[in-house]
C-alpha cells in the first residue's frame, strides 16, 4: 500500500479519490501536463531561434503556436475544474436530498414509538393500529431511499444485473396504476388508462420494468395539479410496445429539459413545492429502458403538463 510521498506521486489515485474523475478530467493531471507542455515549448522555441537565427518569421510562428497550445490547454483545465465544481455542488445536493428523505420518516418513528411507549398516550387498539401503520409506512420509504442508493452504485459501477424473462407489461403497468391509486385520490386526480388490444409480452427484467413503470407513473402523480387528469396508455406501434403517462401539471422549464435524464435532478417547480425525490427516478428507469433495448423520452411545456414514454421490443420467441 502506497503511503507519504509515493501515495501524493500516484495521481490516478488522487484524481478518482479527491475529486471522483477519470485522469484525463482531473485538475492535478492537466496541471502536471500543461507545466510539461510549456516547459518543451519554451525550451522548443529556444532551440528553433538559434538554429534559425536568421529566420525571425519562423520564430514567432512558433511563439506564436506555443501561446495556443497554452491557451487551449488552460481551457481544457478550467473545464475540468468547472466539471469537478459540478460533481462537487451535486454531491452536497445529494447529502441535502437523503438527509431530508430520511429524516421527515425517521421522526414520524420516533413520535409513533414515542407515543407507543407512553402511557395514557395510546388508549384503544385501533389508536395502537394506526401507530403501528405509520411506523411501518415510514420504514418502507427508508427501505426504498436505500434501496434506490444502491442501484445507483450498482448501476455506476456495472453490477446492476438485469434477468430477462417474457413479461407480461399490460399486468406490470396495470398493477402500477392500482398502486398510484391512493396517492392519485389524495390529490383529487382521475388515471385514466387505455391499452391497444393488440400490446404483446415484453423481453425484459420484470421486477426493473416495475421500477420503470412507477417512476414515470409516481412523477406524474407527484406533480399533476390538484384535481387535474393523468392518462395512461398501453399500445403497439409496429414491433415495439408503447408505454406513455400524460399529466396536466406544472411541466419542465425549457432550459432544464437537457437534465431531465441526469442523476439527482429536480426540476425547479419541483422544488419549489418541496416535492418528495431524490432525484433519480428518471436516471435508474433510462438505463433500464435501454439496458433492455429500448428508448425513451418526454415532452414538456412548463404551465401546461409533460408526457413521458418508453418503448420496448415487443417479444417475438
Known amino acids: 500500500m502506497e503511503t507519504g510521498f509515493l501515495a501524493n506521486l500516484n495521481v490516478r489515485r488522487q484524481c478518482k479519490e479527491q475529486f471522483g474523475v477519470s485522469v484525463l478530467r482531473c485538475p492535478i493531471f492537466l496541471f502536471i501536463v500543461m507545466g510539461v507542455v510549456v516547459i518543451a515549448s519554451v525550451l522548443a522555441a529556444y532551440v528553433v531561434a538559434n538554429y534559425y537565427n536568421a529566420n525571425p518569421e519562423l520564430s514567432a510562428l512558433l511563439a506564436l503556436a506555443t501561446a495556443a497550445l497554452i491557451l487551449i490547454l488552460g481551457n481544457i483545465i478550467l473545464h475540468g475544474i468547472t466539471k469537478v465544481v459540478e460533481l462537487s455542488k451535486m454531491k452536497s445536493q445529494f447529502l441535502n436530498l437523503i438527509s431530508h ?3 421527515t420518516p425517521l421522526t414520524a418513528l420516533k413520535w409513533s414509538v414515542n407515543a407507543l411507549e407512553t402511557e395514557n398516550v395510546v388508549q384503544t387498539k385501533a389508536e395502537q393500529g394506526e401507530l403501528l401503520s405509520i411506523i411501518k409506512q415510514n420504514s418502507n420509504v427508508m427501505i426504498q431511499t436505500v434501496n434506490t442508493i444502491l442501484d445507483i452504485s450498482r448501476l455506476e459501477s456495472g453490477k446492476l444485473k438485469l434477468n430477462f424473462e417474457k413479461c407480461d407489461i399490460a399486468k406490470v403497468v396495470e398493477d402500477g396504476i392500482a398502486s398510484h391509486a391512493d396517492a392519485a385520490r389524495e390529490k383529487q386526480s382521475a388515471i385514466t388508462y387505455t391499452r391497444d388490444p393488440g400490446v404483446t409480452f415484453v ?3 420484470q421486477a426493473r420494468l416495475k ?3 412507477e417512476q414515470l407513473l409516481d412523477n ?3 406533480y399533476s395539479r390538484t384535481g387535474s387528469a393523468i392518462s395512461v396508455a398501453l399500445r403497439m406501434a409496429g414491433s415495439v410496445v408503447i408505454f406513455e ?3 396536466a401539471g406544472a411541466g419542465i422549464p425549457k432550459a432544464e429539459h437537457k437534465n431531465v435524464f441526469g442523476k439527482f435532478f429536480r426540476g ?10 431524490l432525484g433519480v427516478g428518471l436516471f435508474v428507469a433510462k438505463y433500464i429502458v ?3 433495448g429500448g428508448s425513451i423520452n418526454f415532452e414538456s411545456q412548463e404551465g401546461v403538463g409533460s408526457k413521458f414514454w418508453f418503448s420496448l421490443p415487443a417479444y417475438n420467441k
Request: aromatic content about 4%; glycine content about 8%.
Open 101 to 103: 428523505q430520511l429524516l
Open 203 to 205: 423481453y425484459a427484467d
Open 211 to 213: 421500477v420503470a413503470v
Open 220 to 222: 406524474a402523480v407527484k
Open 245 to 247: 403517462v400524460k399529466d
Open 268 to 277: 425547479s417547480r419541483g422544488m419549489m413545492s418541496e416535492t418528495r425525490g
Open 290 to 292: 435501454e439496458a433492455s
